[in-house]
């Protein structure tokens, strides 16, 4: 059973970088999962903001690409988010998570780490 | 990118009513559709992939039905631990876009 755990600063300045790792346990980062960032501002919807493959491929939300890079590390089994240039509408629960990619589930995330909220002020 | 758009944004029900929310999508995604559920201060809960496959250990009460743009997640018999909000979300095409959320409230 996979098992997801967000780390990082839970206050990041405005232009600053917010930084997040996302450990996980209980399966090896390499097996063909995708690594999942997902966002919700308080009070709001959910917003995909991008994944990563072991083998490195990623995806980006166009609204954030020119900010955002998420990384692998398979010698720690865990991945991690950068945001950079951050403003007070980067405020959010942040969540990482895993989504399958087979031929019945298709494509479904389906583990979620508990979430940790970043708050961008001065 | 492919927008999803959910009705009713929210609603009000009793326990034992069937409650049906809509998503659509704004170009065909064949069945690459799930449906989340998230209650207040969790992380979201896969309950639906593929548009109508029940994740293991999610009750029988859920089922989704649709394919193409018009999708549908329906309670059969709405229950006290139900009451929540659900987000469809479209796996066909990144950005994997989520619709704005439906709150069930009694």
């Not at chain 1, 790792?21 to 997902?38: Q, Y």
């Not at chain 2, 609603?11 to 170009?27: E, K, N, Y």
């Amino acid at each position: 059973q996979v098992q997801l755990q967000e780390s990082g600063p839970g206050l990041v300045k405005p232009s600053g970088t917010l930084s997040l790792t996302c450990a996980v346990s209980g399966v090896s980062i390499s097996i063909s999962n995708w690594w999942t960032w997902v966002r919700q501002p308080p009070g709001k919807g959910l917003e995909w903001i991008g994944e990563i493959h072991h083998r490195g491929s990623t995806n980006y939300n166009p609204s954030l690409k020119s900010r955002v890079a998420i990384l692998i590390d398979k010698s720690k089994n865990h991945f991690s988010l950068k945001l950079s240039s951050v403003t007070a509408a980067d405020t959010a629960i942040y969540y990482c998570a895993t989504t399958s990619v087979d031929e019945m589930v298709l494509r479904a995330t389906d583990s979620w780490g508990q979430g940790t909220l970043v708050t961008v002020s001065s | 990118d492919i927008q999803m758009t959910q009705s009713p944004s929210s609603l009000s029900a009793s326990v034992g009513d069937r409650v049906t929310i809509t998503c659509r999508a704004s170009q065909d995604i064949s069945d690459y559709l799930n449906w989340y559920q998230q209650k207040p201060g969790k992380a979201p809960k896969l309950l639906i992939f593929a548009g109508s496959s029940l994740q293991t250990g999610v009750t029988s009460r859920f089922s989704g039905s649709g394919s193409g743009t018009d999708f549908t997640l329906t309670i059969s018999s709405l229950q006290p631990e139900d009451f929540a909000s659900y987000y469809c979300q479209q796996s066909y095409s990144p950005p994997y876009t989520f619709g704005q959320g439906t709150k069930v409230e009694i």
